[in-house]
Every structure is written in C-alpha cells, then in structure tokens.
C-alpha cells in the first residue's frame, strides 16, 4: 500500500503543477513558487522559528528550488496518505465526488498554515491580493483532491 500512496501523491501532484501551468498560460497567473517554499523550509531549519514573515528579502539559498520542490511533492505524499487512512476507516471512498471534497476541506493548511508561516497572514491577507490568493488555492486543492480520489482507483 505504501507504494500506491507514494504514486498516487506523485502523481497528484503532477496533475496540481499541469494545472497551474494551464492556468498560467491561459489567465497569466503566476503558479506557485517552489523556491521559495524551499527557501522558507530551509530558512526553518536556520533560524528554528516556523513563521518567516520576511522571506522574500531573505538571501537565497544555493539549493532552495529543488529543496523546495522536494517540499512540495513530500506534502503532496502526506496528502496522500491522509486520504488512504481515511478511506481505510470508510471516512471517504475512493472517487471524484470525495477527492473533491478532501480537496476542498484540504485547502485550510495553505490558508492557515503556509500562507502564515511564509509571512503573508491568514488566508493570504498580507498579499496585494487575497482573494484571488484563496481562490487559486481553494481551486488548485480541488483538482488535487480530485486527482488523489480518482488515482487511488489505479494505483
């Protein structure tokens, strides 16, 4: 099962990182910055203080981009994992509908976990623009759920 797991979260995340290339293309819309997400988790380990609210202007490290999609795709296997063991207990089937709203339900860390600990508040409201930071959340979680809920009948 842990290979399936594994598969499924690569693969969803796969799928999370198409559509925002599909999104950027078609609305000019950045997709999200793996740098400095991994900026942010080595700048974590440096200063041993979760919430960095400059780190933009921080130095950059020799090696944030790939540490920082190693970040992204490790949570996206933890994502995984979570869906498995909830329907393991028949908490959620594995389909589109339950994806979905694992998706949905899925899209309060960024917004009260990430988006804080990079500095950028609560639902992204020390951004210039916090709604439109939400809603490409909220939707981008929304296709990875559905990813996961389909993939899970596959791998």
């Excluded at 041993?48 to 970040?71: A, H, M, Q, S």
């Excluded at 498995?84 to 309060?108: K, P, R």
């Amino acid at each position: 099962m842990l290979i399936s797991i594994i598969l499924v979260g690569i693969f969803s995340c796969l799928v999370l990182d198409l559509w925002q290339q599909i999104i950027r293309t078609l609305f000019g819309i950045p997709a999200s910055d793996w740098g400095l997400v991994g900026r942010w988790f080595l700048t974590v380990i440096e200063i041993k203080k979760l919430i960095v609210f400059d780190i933009e202007t921080r130095n950059k490290f020799e090696r944030e981009l790939p540490v920082g999609w190693l970040v992204h795709y490790f949570v996206a296997i933890l994502y995984a994992l979570v869906f498995w063991i909830l329907a393991y207990y028949h908490v959620l089937t594995t389909s589109l509908i339950d994806g979905i709203i694992f998706g949905g339900i899925s899209v309060v860390v960024p917004w009260f976990f990430f988006l804080p600990c990079m500095g950028k508040g609560v639902l992204g409201l020390r951004t210039s623009k916090p709604i439109l930071v939400c809603t490409m959340a909220f939707f981008t979680h929304i296709v990875f759920g559905a990813s996961i809920g389909i993939l899970f009948n596959i791998f």
